[in-house]
């Protein structure tokens, strides 16, 4: 395979054709090869073909030190290199270079430093390199800057196949102790179902006896426990503490550098019927947050062999939900499961078919972005992260409206955000991911999210408070809404992330509900009170309340929370009409779903346990209502606030006892000036068709 | 129902109104001249600031930035200094203790907000080097934190776990700002004015120890994995 491959360009081919030439044609050709070698002189004259022509022919045993046109053409190389990065052909010539040691180790590690791909790296040169690697004469640090680079290239190899031919090869460098870690990651991404056998499953085991339960292994096992789980019998926690770390940092900003001044790449939003959007491999450059390519496993030349087995259809080449129907069951997904948040197909087709190593494989490819972009950025322009960051949350969000769920690892990066969030970076889209959150088990959901989130609350504007309380609001839609379908699916969990999923029994989900209520009920009487009150802020918190007050009857949940008097009061005493309004409406609301709450429990005779404080609660609640509002027999009740009558009467407000109610109220003032001008109307009117005016009291 | 603080009367420009200043961070003189200029007997030159030995201005609040590397704060000072509906005077200062020499013209001081650049580790000693020099009273309310620099990947994860335990242990809040944009000033700006209002008393129903209650957080963050197993 070495020896046929034609790496180099022009150069060679001028030496090695004239020789392979016979005679007789060599006459005939000779305009021909006139032609072809003025071209390649002017060619050749070109600094860093030059240069790479130096690297590709280069003798053995060429010493380094003091060799002065090797650091000129080195310097050539590099520069290039930063500034716009190596064409797939360079990065051949320069690899086969550094890895077969020609000149000594001292070069090698400098080499795979500078090797920044412009476009694509070519997988044969991957390949070569790793045989290298086997050799066994390069350097162990060495060895680890080349796995480090192949990994973080990988996404730019641009075909995996024989790759993935050689799994097994790369395997065996998995009992070096120092390669092991990275080998571990470089097999995670390679791993198909095939590539899981017994023997690897063992080797892996017995490593972790010599080196204990590390990250590495642990996920290594779980992908393959993931695609054979009878072959893989250990018991693996769901999440794996930090998996793979990341090991881009010597490329990674030159990397961005190249990809920056090669232009942005547009990206498209998530298209109804079509795949992503096909480009010229020329121009595909992308940033680094945006989402990949969709592109097939299988490189383009082998395409068009018939593959005679399996037949297995690449996702990128099915354009229509026709078509996914007809191939369904021998789809093959692509290598970068990235790209699969931006075609509605292929969501489509994830959703339905379960397929758990794909999902394992998308969660590690998201929250690694995740983490790399929010959590543990560098010192970057902040302009120029929003700038990427934006579509990319976007995108994200839509494919979790898509699917009606949301994503095990973007719920983990969100509480790790929420610690170091300061309530303004990327606010609508940090709340809209918070929305999508499973639910939280009960122990843990104050740690987890209570607490963040109400260091933020009260020290944070009103408008972040309205959009917390409506973001918890969706929120509690949300679990109410998989509740309901859950239960009517009698135990089959349909959830996107079954194979993590909690196993969560009515009373657990109940307690979560619970907690979730009383916190935001908290949240909104504290509010309320340190805003004075503010109506928008109201107005968010009955939104919530509207919610809560139908969990039995929209949601079939058997349980009713009444509002805290931090809620009731401000809403019931408001100065603007449509509060009352809508409180009186949740009122309302809670009487019918307590009603048939009871009915139901006589018919059933099932033990509902409607509390009886709730009961007692919201009774007091309307008595408290009709006697301000309709008797005005305010403060003859006990409000949790108890004014003596002389204090009263000290205030000087004549009829005390009727300030709230439906004609006093402030809320009604503008009614009433309203019935005041009408009447001023009307007294215009003929004698014949004057009104009779009704029995209201006009003070 | 709704309390408004009432509009500033005739208002000229923000700095008119509103001040900056700079308290320096020399290490007060011990000279004789200086200890016989101050007030009380028992006043030693390394005096800790107290919070109520001063009577409250009339619709104003005084702050105090203490910021080791003195950058953010100049630009948060900027933006605080342009609000509107009360006086907001802010003093700046690189440590605590603050010179004995500007005492007597030194106002009431509200809240001490302690700056650290989670990046720099002079920066956190700094600041728990000047906790000690508050008077205790500070501890209730009027005393908060602020990170910046949280989602670097240069800072170690060691730093915010001490600075987040000393929040906790002190009862102050904490508060993560973005210092690198003008929006993430203007936002830090924002929430350091809320919990000025309350611990300058402007706040109806509501005190600095009240809020500081809300707002206090636990030293315990083992969310590394939440394991649901």
Known sequence: ?699 | MTSRLPPRGNVTTSYAHSEKKRDGSTVPATSPSVRARVRGAERSSMAPLRPLSRLPGLNSANVLLVESEEQFQQRLADRLVEETTFTVNVRLAKSLPLPVENEESRPRIDLVVFIINLTSELSLQSAEASVKCLDHRYFLGKVSFMVTNARNVAAPGERLDAVRKLAASLHCALLFAEDQTPDGVTNATERLLTILKVAAGLVPMTTALYLSNLTRGTALRDIDQPSFD
């Open chain 1, 1 to 699: 395979m070495a020896a046929t491959l034609s790496l180099t360009g022009p150069p060679d081919l001028d030496l090695s054709s004239a020789s392979d030439l016979s005679v007789s044609s060599r006459s005939s050709n000779r305009s021909l090869r006139v032609a072809e070698k003025e071209r390649k002189k002017k060619k050749a004259e070109d600094p860093f073909v030059l240069a790479l022509k130096y690297f590709s022919d280069v003798e053995a045993g060429t010493p380094v030190n003091g060799n002065d046109e090797v650091e000129r053409n080195m310097v050539l190389v590099e520069k290039l290199a930063y500034s716009k990065g190596l064409s797939p052909e360079a990065i051949s010539i320069m690899l086969e270079f550094a890895m077969s040691l020609r000149m000594g180790t001292s070069l090698c590690a400098r080499v795979l430093k500078c090797l920044i791909p412009a476009t694509l790296v070519p997988q044969e040169a991957v390949v070569r390199a790793v045989v290298w690697l086997s050799v066994g004469k390069i350097p162990v640090s060495t060895q680890i800057l080349f796995i480090k680079w192949v990994l973080t290239v990988f996404d730019m190899i641009d075909a995996k196949d024989q790759l993935r031919a050689v799994y097994g090869f790369i395997f065996n460098f998995v009992t070096e102790e120092n390669l092991c870690p990275f080998i571990c990651h470089l097999l995670y991404l390679l791993t198909r179902k095939e590539s899981v056998r017994v023997f690897r499953v063992r080797k892996l085991l017995e490593l972790q006896s010599r080196l204990g339960r590390q990250p590495f292994l642990l996920s290594l096992l779980s992908l393959y426990k993931v695609f054979c789980p009878e072959m893989v019998m250990l018991s693996i926690p769901s999440r794996i503490k930090s998996g793979f770390r990341n090991h881009n940092m010597p490329w990674k900003s030159a990397l961005i550098a190249v990809q920056k001044g090669a232009g942005p790449h547009v990206a498209a939003g998530i298209s109804p019927a079509s795949t992503t959007i096909k480009t010229n491999p020329r121009k595909r450059k992308r940033c680094h947050l945006e989402l990949p390519v969709m592109t097939s496993v299988v490189s383009k030349e082998a395409q068009t062999e018939p593959s005679s087995c399996g037949k297995v259809v690449p996702l990128v080449q099915l354009h229509s939900f026709a078509q996914l129907l007809e191939n369904m069951h021998r789809i093959e997904l692509p290598a970068q499961m990235g790209s699969l948040l931006g075609s509605s197909l292929a969501l489509q087709y994830l959703d339905c078919v379960q397929d758990e190593s794909a999902l394992l494989r998308l969660n590690f490819w998201l929250g690694y972005a995740l983490h790399e972009e929010f959590l543990f950025c560098g010192d970057r322009g902040a302009s120029q992260n929003s700038q990427e960051a934006l579509p990319f949350l976007d995108r994200l969000l839509s494919t979790q409206h898509f699917l009606q769920e949301g994503f095990s690892c973007s719920e983990a990066f969100l509480y790790k955000f929420l610690n170091v969030w300061d309530g303004s970076l990327l606010r609508p889209q940090i709340l809209g991911l918070l929305s999508n959150i499973p639910v939280v088990p009960s122990a843990q959901i104050r740690q987890l999210l209570f607490e963040p989130l109400m260091q933020l609350f009260f020290t944070s504007s009103l408008f972040f408070k309205c959009g917390l309380m409506e973001c918890l609001n969706n929120m509690l839609l949300k679990w109410l809404t998989w509740h309901s379908v859950y239960a009517l699916e009698d135990d089959l969990d349909i959830s996107l992330n079954s194979h993590t999923s909690i196993n969560m029994t009515l009373s657990g989900f109940k307690d979560s509900v619970m907690e979730l209520v009383d916190f935001v009920g908290r949240l909104a009487s504290l509010g309320l009170q340190l805003e004075g009150c503010h109506s928008l802020l109201l107005s968010f918190v009955l939104d919530f309340y509207e919610t809560v007050c139908d969990m039995f009857m929209k949601y079939g949940l058997p349980l009713v929370v009444m509002p805290p008097p931090g809620v009731f009061y401000p809403a019931l005493f408001a100065t603007d009409p449509v509060s009352v309004d809508r409180l009186a409406y949740i009122m309302h609301r809670y009487k019918v779903n307590f009603t048939s709450a009871k009915s139901q429990e006589e018919l059933t005779k099932q033990a509902f346990h409607i509390s009886r404080q709730m009961v007692r609660e919201f009774n007091h609640y309307i008595i408290v209502m009709v006697n301000c509002l309709w008797n005005s027999k305010m403060f003859q009740l006990d409000m949790g606030l108890s004014l003596g009558e002389d204090l009263l009467l000290k205030s000087k407000v004549p009829q005390y006892w009727a300030s709230f109610d439906l004609v006093h109220h402030p809320a009604f003032m503008s009614y009433a000036v309203d019935f005041h001008h009408r009447q001023n109307e009307n007294k215009m009117v003929p004698a014949s068709k004057r009104y009779t005016s009704n029995q209201c009291a006009t003070s």
